[in-house]
């Protein structure tokens, strides 16, 4: 697979997962996620958190997400 697949598989992997542990639709997730930049933070982050499991890639988003709506 190419960089991009790995990318957007990383990203679909963390959408559900934040999904199953928060108790929520994927579409749910996607829209916060996209509303909040988190995608496109993934995407960035790739080197470093596809080293890493899907747990900690969660944690990652959570810490974010709750950076950000703090902020708002």
């Known amino acids: 697979m190419d960089l991009e697949n790995d990318k957007n598989l990383m990203v679909i992997e963390a959408i ?12 749910e997730v996607f829209l916060l996620f996209r509303c909040n930049g988190i995608i496109d933070l993934l995407r ?29």
């Open 16 to 27: 559900e997962g934040y999904a199953k542990n928060h108790n929520m639709k994927t579409w």
């Open 44 to 72: 960035l982050q790739y080197k470093t958190l596809h080293t890493q499991s899907m747990e900690e890639s969660i944690y990652f988003v959570e810490d974010i997400l709750r950076r950000v709506l703090d902020a708002k």
